[in-house]
């Protein structure tokens, strides 16, 4: 049998509540189709809070502390073993369409940064290999950043007669608003599109594919082009807001974020002076713009879904929706003003820590049903490669999810893992998440924090020093070390006896 195709559709930045299956004023029907052929996961996590590391762990299968890109601003070597490699050495046919972020984007020399990224002449000529892609179609930043028109997205914005500087690197990372960007010529279409062409290349090939769509939306800024712009209202969206007390029992550093000292009680969480990046410095917006800020976030992932729709009536007409496998997920959240915060990072809410997750199996048993199995990006290089056919490489780290995918009362593991180390000194975070409870542990530090998710979701109680959850804190402890103790999974065999 030839083995079934993989269709991997990642957006940036998307909070587990913004799909219309886990809210309603959410208009995503097309990833509704998804979810009818297949399970929702209401408990997918990522690895880590920030891009790079979770989307090196998903190109790797292997944790932040395994393959050291640990925040933003650090690039994996080019040389480091990745799940599409192996697949690609197995007779797939493996493509990049979109966002990357395997190396850094501000500095200056990477792949992913200036000058780089703007060589019209290089993309005009190169679409790949890159780490273990076959087939790539690039492009770095988000929305109407500057660096959002570059690599073949940005050649093909030129081709089509736009001029860039019209439409990108005007305003700042917090820009809301209706973008004068014309539709047709969006980043989601354009990754749409790539995506189809790349379908198209592996059919006339014959070769089973493994294709990772990587939408840039809705990550800040939030600006979008119309419709999208005007379908959601002020009064229909949600208004996050920080809740009285609810810093009170956490480490220091959540109250420094929201009172604005960012990180005074922590000199380790800065890097050359500055606090460590990720958290959004919008505190304390009026409600009217918090609201606006939705309706265009909300916007961005409507957008997203209707060209996601584009690409799953391609596979209906090419004929091989039914031999694809499809999963949709995100690499981290958005806090989004929940608790004063904004965008991601340290405090570790499940707003950023939770993912919406999708999986259209063509052998799935129970389509249209939701599960509360645990699933960790982590577990997607392993599960690819299952699905392929493939030994998993000695040392991934992630389990294979396959039976899950198939049957939502299959549940593979009893805890997933969140690791976060924002800067280069010795401050580490991890969380250890089971079905009920969430740990929060720190490196060298004597606080951390427990919460009891089934009683408290939104995390406002800190549970670490309550004397009647001593037990339990101990018995999380023990459960965290015995994880650490599991994560590196597949082992080389033994040939010999002594």
Known sequence: MKPK????????QQRWDAVSF??????TPNLERIAKKGIVFNRGYTCSPVCTPARTSLLTGHYPSKHGCNTIGTSLPEDYPTIPAKLSEHGYFT????KAHFMSCLTPGSF????NIYDRDFFREWNGPYFGFDYVRFVTGHSSEKHAASGHYGLWLEEKGIDTNNYFGKGTPHDVGTWALPEEVSNSKWTADETMEAINMAKQKEDPFFLWASFQDPHNPFVVPEPWASMYKKEEVPCYDLQEGEMENKPSFYQDLVDGTMYENEPELHVNGMPAPCIGELPFLEDEKKREMMTKYYGMV???DHHIGRILDHLEKTGLIDDTVIVFTSDHGDYMGNHGLWYKGLPAYEDIQKVPFIVSHPDCKTPGDRSESLQSLIDLGNTFMNIAGIDP???IQGINQEEAWKNCDTEKRDWVMVEFRPTESSFMQKTFIVQQYKLVVYHNRTYGELYDLKQDHEQLNNLWDKEEMQSIKTQLLQALASAEMEKDGVLRARTAIS
């Open 22 to 27: 886990q809210n309603p004023i959410v208009k």
């Open 5 to 12: 195709n993989i269709l991997f559709i990642t957006s940036d």
């Open 95 to 98: 493509g990049l369409i979109g």
């Open 112 to 115: 992913e940064a200036g000058p």
């Open 393 to 395: 490489d000695p040392g």
């Open 302 to 304: 409507s957008q997203m």
